[in-house]
């Protein structure tokens, strides 16, 4: 098995985009409306803000979780025992970020935002009457005005070679959200989980668009369109000395929204975060 990008802009994109969701978990598009330039600019100039002492400046807060996450503070995936090898910054747009870097953030938050808001419409498109059913509402209603979504600017360090035995620069984990929006990062290594139980490497070509099923989206379709278990493996060989970064958008419903008889998206999240450890 294999997951092939869909062209953004070919006659039926939104089917087979909806069709592989579906099946993998996972959508790859090429030939979307981001930038690839504005994407690069963001790696290189975040690069520069990771490799600097300003990035202390910035740490956390913890009642907002916005700012910046340091290496000694970052995740352990539910399941895991240690910590991911990376370190992070937290950017919404009412939240602090550097002011030499947030035009160009808030420029690809809104531009994201906007092709993320047209992705949930293919899948309510495509959802099985039985399916839309379940839907409180529009899917794309969800995030509109959400103040939840959240862009993440994730760097994994170069590897040293003294890293705790068994760890990963991203543990197997599921996404909490509706869906997460990646750009293809500067460096290979996201794999998902199949049906079968095989890891399958996610194509990184740089400029293609990685699209992938949280849990929020499994909880408001019951169970249709599945969260994928998904990582990130360590470089081998020369790759080891290279650092990478990842600029993952976590679509989140507004707080009130309901997904299902059980929850909103706020109890929802809550639950999440208190089992990951972060609240």
């Known amino acids: 098995m294999k997951l092939e990008a869909v062209d953004y802009n070919a006659p039926d994109a939104a089917e087979r985009f909806v069709e592989s969701l579906r099946n993998t978990g996972f959508g790859v598009l090429?030939?979307?409306?981001?930038?690839?330039?504005?994407?690069?600019?963001?790696?290189?100039?975040?690069?520069?803000?990771?490799?600097?002492?300003?990035?202390d400046n910035f740490r956390y807060n913890v009642d907002t979780q916005d700012g910046f996450f340091p290496s000694e503070v970052s995740e352990v995936a539910k399941g895991h025992s240690k910590k991911d090898i990376k370190e992070y910054f937290h950017y919404?747009?009412?939240?602090?970020?550097?002011?030499?870097?947030?035009a160009e953030l808030q420029r690809y938050f809104e531009e994201a935002n906007k092709l993320a808001s047209q992705l949930l419409g293919w899948v309510?498109?495509?959802?099985?009457a039985n399916v839309s059913e379940?839907?409180?509402?529009?899917?794309?209603?969800?995030?509109?005005?959400?103040?939840?979504?959240?862009?993440?600017?994730?760097?994994?360090?170069?590897?040293?070679?003294?890293?705790?035995?068994?760890?990963?620069?991203?543990?197997?984990?599921?996404d909490i959200n509706l869906l997460t929006v990646l750009p293809a990062a500067n460096e290979p290594g996201l794999q998902v989980l199949t049906k079968e139980?095989?890891?399958?490497?996610?194509?990184?070509?740089?400029?293609?668009?990685?699209?992938?099923?949280?849990?929020?989206?499994?909880?408001?379709?019951?169970?249709?369109?599945?969260?994928?278990?998904?990582?990130?493996?360590n470089p081998e060989g020369a790759d080891k000395t290279k650092a990478r970064i990842s600029l993952p958008l976590f679509l989140h419903p507004k707080p009130e929204v309901v997904l299902s008889e059980r929850h909103t998206a706020n109890s929802y999240l809550m639950e999440r975060l208190r089992e990951l450890g972060v609240i």
């Not at 030939?31 to 790696?43: F, M, T």
């Not at 070509?205 to 990582?231: V, W």
Request: glycine share 10%.
């Open 92 to 102: 919404y747009p009412w939240g602090q970020c550097p002011d030499t870097l947030k």
């Open 134 to 174: 379940l839907y409180s509402q529009p899917l794309s209603s969800m995030i509109d005005g959400s103040e939840k979504t959240l862009l993440r600017v994730l760097h994994y360090p170069p590897l040293k070679g003294d890293e705790e035995l068994g760890a990963i620069r991203a543990g197997a984990h599921e």
């Open 197 to 233: 139980g095989e890891w399958l490497d996610v194509p990184c070509d740089f400029g293609n668009l990685i699209i992938n099923i949280g849990d929020m989206l499994q909880e408001a379709s019951g169970g249709y369109f599945p969260s994928t278990t998904h990582r990130v493996i």
């Open 30 to 55: 090429k030939n979307h409306p981001i930038q690839q330039q504005l994407v690069q600019s963001i790696y290189d100039n975040w690069q520069g803000f990771f490799n600097t002492e300003e990035k």
């Open 124 to 128: 309510e498109e495509h959802s099985p």
